[in-house]
């Protein structure tokens, strides 16, 4: 590989040497932190962050935002834990499953709808979607609910068999892979870049902005259904304020991941990478034993940092480019 | 030139990030060698719902403080009101082979259960303060004040006034919720409804505040100004209490106790801002008032005296725990202050076999009501931590 290769592939892979270099600096100034369970957790404590991280990625992606995932995440969870309860106790777990995909489906539609066809503005149109939908948790649900089919729990709380890989980071990495195949691969995933760069021009190009559109709000609304899931799962529960204080991270972890805030631009090896960063620091800072009243600030330095330098990626990969041109 | 200048900045953040971080790490060392004897030493963390927070930082400073003072290893974390980030760190600490005791305040009830059960399968003590978790056999005590309990008793206390007032059980009360998404605020409304509902003649307006004290002006403030007669407010918890209060004075309803147009104000929690400078005015009538500072000094106690002696140390049900009994007193670690916690208010705490009920015992501690004749007690926890600028974590 030639000094030029090597100098894109670090800058195409920055968000990953972060990550290493930030390991690197945690294990040595506690060594404990270098135990399996440890690294495992830093993965696992994310993993249902991942899928609203992903949702709102591919959403970003398109130029647009969705302030809805965790709502939906919500909401989901919500319907189906009330028909398990109380609705129609009995029903079967994959029943319920797909009413949670369902819900997710139908929400995500309902936001397409208004974004691409009606053209509301995305950020007020999903505000009001988040408002609503947690409004009517709140009102069907009325208090956290515990009542779960215990084939719901899995997914966010088991671990294959006697070993300690838990089912939420095998999900994550699973659902991951087929995000990277339908971007990278599909033509649903070329149309969703094309209208993120230029919406006119893909236009131009023959491509329906306003079908691509609602296909990305209603990923957005599976991945966020699939993300309540194993929110669920994780907190053996579903509580009536589900991923509400992860908003924020969701485009936090995307933007690290390289993904950029006016569309067009993210892959899903620099999204994993954001997400796993979000685990890093919220592993790396309890075992470091952080003073509580720092924790944030810490967060904020490191997340400050990661964006900066992802911001300056593109700049610095242009000007390695234009270099060897010369 | 730039790709110079961008590694610099690189490198420099990541020695300032690395530096501080090592800093904590060391200090940390450093407090435990200095006081830490070298063989009983133990490691206990303490986890509170939020830290930043003048209800959580004088609960977590109880234990800090006690636990500090003798000499053994205690640390504490931030949940930021997040149950999900609780159950994560709670999962962190059961890695950490050193650490032996989680004191948690399990704010979102069962909700930070498989941190819980997290803690337990590693072999960690685990005890509940302020709240409990459900029905929550691996932890091997709770120690906490009945707060639904307390604010029926508050709500009582009301209608007792407004019996006096009217002559019989009637009148008008704004009723202040916290976060309606919570099973603590919510059984603690429940209490307060249930007395307030025992009464026909009595009519309650209830508001959401969220736990935010803004919302709660605007609310109370929006129904002061709307209902034609408003009797009492009644808060059960502090943010929205301060909040209530606010209201009261900016809608020129807050009127002393003796005034005709007194509207009767009772909630929960003292505090040194805007509540406790409310009662002295007189416009809050009472405070039905937590030991802050003494959950987790008490929680520590039995913590030690566990991983000391067993479980079987911890008080049989029946017991009725005096001042004298235990020995929970600590010093205010900052120079200026000479004050000791916490005060004996948490006294006589009693033991409850809730086994059936909650999978362990309840040490259930006293509260204390705060009026006009007593809230510039210097024994108050609100009136301590008024004064400490640092807790020290």
Redesign the interface.
């Known amino acids: 590989m030639t000094s030029k290769k090597l100098q894109i592939f670090f800058l195409d892979n920055m968000i990953w040497f972060i990550n290493l270099?930030l390991v690197v600096?945690?294990v040595?100034?506690?060594p404990?932190l270098l135990?399996p369970?440890?690294l495992i957790?830093m993965i696992y404590?994310v993993s249902?962050l991942g899928l609203l991280v992903l949702a709102q990625a591919i959403v970003l992606i398109s130029g647009n935002f969705d302030l809805s995932v965790g709502a939906i995440a919500g909401i989901a969870m919500t319907v189906v834990a009330v028909v398990h309860e109380f609705g129609m106790p009995g029903t079967p777990w994959w029943v319920l499953l797909i009413m949670m995909l369902l819900v997710g489906t139908g929400i995500g539609l309902y936001n397409g709808f208004f974004v691409a066809v009606l053209k509301i503005n995305p950020f007020l149109q999903t505000l009001g979607t988040y408002t609503f939908f947690y409004g009517l948790m709140?009102i069907i649900g009325k208090?956290?609910l515990?009542k779960l089919p215990k084939a719901l729990i899995i997914p966010g709380?088991a671990r294959f068999g006697g070993s300690i890989v838990p089912v939420a980071v095998v999900i994550l990495i699973v659902v991951s892979v087929i995000v990277h195949i339908l971007l990278a691969k599909t033509s649903l995933g070329r149309k969703i870049y094309a209208v993120g760069s230029n919406r006119e021009a893909a236009r131009a190009c023959g491509i329906s902005v306003e079908k691509t559109l609602i296909w990305v709000f209603v990923l957005s609304g599976i991945l966020s259904s699939i993300g309540g899931l194993l929110?669920a799962g994780?907190?053996?529960?579903v509580?009536?304020?589900l991923a509400r204080?992860?908003l924020f991270l969701t485009f936090a972890g995307a933007i690290i991941g390289g993904v950029a805030l006016d569309g067009g631009r993210g892959k899903v090896s620099g999204i994993f990478g954001g997400i796993l960063l979000l685990g890093i620091m919220?592993?790396g800072l309890?075992?470091?034993?952080?003073?509580?009243?720092?924790?944030?600030t810490?967060n904020g330095?490191?997340l400050i940092?990661a964006i900066l330098?992802n911001t300056?990626q593109t700049?610095?990969k242009g000007?390695v480019l234009a270099k060897s041109a010369t | 030139m730039k790709q110079r200048k961008l590694v610099t900045l690189c490198v420099i953040a990541a020695f300032l990030f690395a530096g501080t971080m090592s800093a904590f790490a060391s200090s940390e060392g450093e407090k435990t060698a200095k006081k830490a004897a070298p063989s009983g030493v133990h490691d206990i963390a303490i986890m509170p719902f939020h830290i930043p927070c003048m209800w959580f930082s004088p609960f977590t400073a109880g234990g800090y403080w006690y636990l500090q003072e003798k000499g053994h290893k205690v640390r504490t974390q931030n949940a930021g009101w997040d149950t999900k980030q609780m159950n994560t760190i709670l999962k962190t600490w059961a890695e950490d082979p050193n650490l032996e005791a989680v004191i948690i305040a399990p704010l979102g009830g069962e909700e930070v259960l498989p941190g819980i059960r997290a803690l337990k399968q590693a072999g960690k003590v685990v005890a509940l303060s302020n709240n409990e978790a459900g029905y929550c056999p691996e932890a091997d005590f709770c120690v906490r004040f009945d707060s639904p309990q307390g604010c029926y008793d508050g709500a009582v206390e009301v209608v007792k006034m407004l019996e006096k007032k009217y002559g019989e059980a009637k009148g008008v009360v704004i009723l202040g919720l916290g976060d309606v998404r919570n099973s603590e605020h919510l059984e603690r409304a429940a209490g307060a409804r249930k007395a307030f509902e025992e009464h026909p003649g009595i009519k309650i307006h209830e508001f959401v505040s969220d736990m935010d004290a803004g919302k709660a002006v605007t609310e109370t403030g929006t129904l002061l100004r709307t209902l034609p007669k408003v009797d009492a407010v009644f808060s059960v918890g502090m943010l929205e209490f301060m909040g209530m209060i606010n209201a009261l004075k900016r809608e020129e309803m807050a009127f002393p106790k003796g005034n005709p147009k007194h509207i009767i104000c009772v909630g929960m929690d003292s505090c040194p801002d805007v509540i406790n400078p409310a009662v002295k005015e007189g416009i809050v009538d009472f405070v039905i008032d937590q030991p802050v500072l003494s959950y987790n000094a008490l929680a520590a106690y039995y913590v030690l005296k566990i991983l000391d002696e067993g479980k079987g140390a911890l008080p049989k049900p029946g017991t009725v725990i005096q001042p004298g009994d235990v020995d929970i007193k600590s010093k205010v670690p900052q120079k200026d202050l000479d004050i000791t916690v916490p005060a004996d208010m948490w006294a006589p705490a009693k033991v409850f076999d809730t086994n059936k009920q909650f999978g362990h015992i309840w040490i259930k501690t006293n509260y204390s009501i705060i009026d006009d004749t007593n809230v510039d007690n210097p024994a108050l926890w609100s009136n301590i931590t008024g004064q400490v600028r640092d807790y020290g974590f």
């Open positions: 270099v600096l945690f040595a100034i506690e404990g135990t369970k440890n957790s404590s249902m709140l208090r956290t515990f709380g929110y994780y907190m053996n529960c509580t009536m304020d204080p992860d919220q592993i309890t075992i470091l034993k952080t003073p509580p009243t720092w924790r944030e810490m330095i490191v940092a330098l300056y700049r610095l000007y």
